[in-house]
């Protein structure tokens, strides 16, 4: 009986591998590190192993494994199980699915970590009981994934959802990818800190000034004070960060709109400032209908995630 | 055997209904004008006519048709089958499907003209045999349709796909929903004669003071006969309409887009700057993977489209 599933988080510092059953419950979890820098075949013999070891402490026979998820960095290749390459792993054009559907015999599921994330919220988390989920993280990037009609959509080339790269100030700052105007060069942690940065560098008169370093929790946490500059800061980030979710809304109609990663966790202000501005964009009847919820999946999400794809994937089989 | 559909294309002004094969070969079709003053039940009749018509001019028995397919404007509930509200037509919160499902006993679907435009182009226009498809229509307003992982995409509240309203232009122009910055204030046909009348409104020195109205026709003239201000509203438009778009490949990366309506019409300008723009703002390999062509239906994509939602959503059945 085909009763557990197996998920793995695989990130540059550490792999995360989980034995749960079919309600996603872990039964065994094991973590270690990652050491990228060993190369190709030691990461992937890590993997292995670590999956071994969870069905193993698991007490259950591999014919008992009805998938295996895995969650990773990309740019990568869901359909071919393929790692494009990723700047904190080894692999290049790297087929992980492959030995590990022949070393398990089970089928094997590989999806970049803004799709595992949206899985595990959709199956698990704040998006869970809803047919259509969007979901944006929000933090050193902004990126994303969605569920619609309750399957992943990847799109032509497995690049769907590419949300942070939504143009929504057509004459704003440069964006890493080379466009002007992305949602990611206005509201990502790494945009906020940049304006707080650009204010230290400038005339103006901030209370930004006492610190050493300055990241995004400093803007945020001086906006909070009362500092004018950082108000202002965090206003435009998150009002830019508001028309890209009234452009989802617009564009999906979704039930639930999910907001994870580290600029959603400052709380409140974030919520309420999209919360307006959807409510100013949008067409009344889909504002009101959809719930915009911070992401329900703790600490754990990576793993759970992969866990969740795993058995979205192999859902009806 | 079940080897016929009935499209029905519900028009302010006309129906038109065609029988159509399984391959969408139509066999025989009919147009009447709507009248629609006449009152909800004597369009109703006029409708169920319409079906008996095309269904006997083609010879078949009622037990031969697989399902009939309804286009109508919006907003209506495609999942109810009811009409909810529309200006040219007199059904107010009327539900089209249960009666002709009795009167025929087949399935019945309705949906509105951008998405059986869409599933239209999809199934026998410039998207035929691509997976994911988005279409834009551009004309007095800005609307669209998808068709993702071979099904319409419809969203929570069967309202996916108002691309007319993504915002592009945060302090652009107020849209008729109230919003400012919508793709249809920015670049419909309306948007662009209202920039021409806006010119001739102003002192400045254009080639448009030679007509007596101002359409988005006469913009796009003066612009290709080198008319500056007439060049610059047109740039400015179609850039806005490329931010749309590149915006839709971004979060879709789909094979096609299809860009249909009277803008869609002016020919090359539209395409090759929408083209720029999507180069300019999309990651390279979704840029050069997406085809952006304009729509392969013609005068009788209603129809044709309604014959498409009937067979797309008899599929399998």
């Known amino acids: 009986m085909q009763k557990y599933v197996v998920g793995v988080d695989l990130g540059g510092t550490k792999i995360s591998t989980a034995l ?28 292995i192993e670590s ?56 089928p094997v599921f590989l999806d970049n970590d803004a799709n595992v994330a949206a899985i595990g919220e959709y199956m ?12 944006f993280t929000v933090s050193t990037g902004v990126g994303g994934g969605a569920i619609l009609n ?8 497995s690049n769907a959802l590419e949300i ?11 964006c890493n990818c080379g466009n002007i105007g992305c949602v990611e060069a206005t509201s990502s942690g790494t945009a906020i800190a940049k304006r707080g940065q ?20 400093e803007v945020f946490k001086e906006a909070a004070e009362g500092d004018p500059v950082c108000i202002d800061i965090v206003n435009t980030a998150l009002n830019y960060l508001g028309i890209a979710i009234a452009n989802s809304v617009a564009i999906f109609d979704p039930e639930v709109i999910i907001i994870g990663g580290g600029v959603s966790k400052v709380g409140d202000i974030v919520f309420d400032t999209v919360r307006k501005v959807v409510d100013k964009r949008c067409f009344k009847s889909m504002a009101e209908s959809v719930k915009i919820v ?24």
Chains 1, 2 share one sequence.
């Open 20 to 47: 749960s059953d079919l309600n996603g419950e872990v039964i065994c979890q094991t973590t270690v590190p990652t050491n990228a820098q060993e190369g190709e075949i030691p990461v992937l013999n890590r993997i």
């Open 124 to 135: 698990f988390g704040a998006g869970k009981g809803a047919k259509d989920v969007v979901f």
């Open 294 to 317: 911070p992401a329900g999946l703790g600490t754990d999400a990576g793993v759970v995630g992969a866990v969740a794809l795993a058995l979205l994937e192999t859902e009806d089989k």
């Open 164 to 174: 942070g790269h939504m143009t929504v100030a057509p004459d704003g700052p440069r």
């Open 198 to 217: 650009e204010a230290l560098n400038s005339k103006v008169e901030t209370s930004l000034r006492k610190y050493e370093t300055v990241t995004s929790y």
């Open 150 to 157: 309750g399957k992943v959509y990847r799109g032509h080339t």
């Open 51 to 106: 999956v071994e070891k969870v069905i193993k402490d698991g007490s259950v026979a591999y014919e008992d494994i009805k998938g295996i998820g895995i969650g990773s960095p990309g740019p990568l290749d869901a359909e071919k199980g393929t790692i494009i390459y990723t700047p904190n792993l080894p692999f290049k054009n790297f087929n992980l699915v492959e030995p590990l559907n022949k070393k398990f015999g089970v």
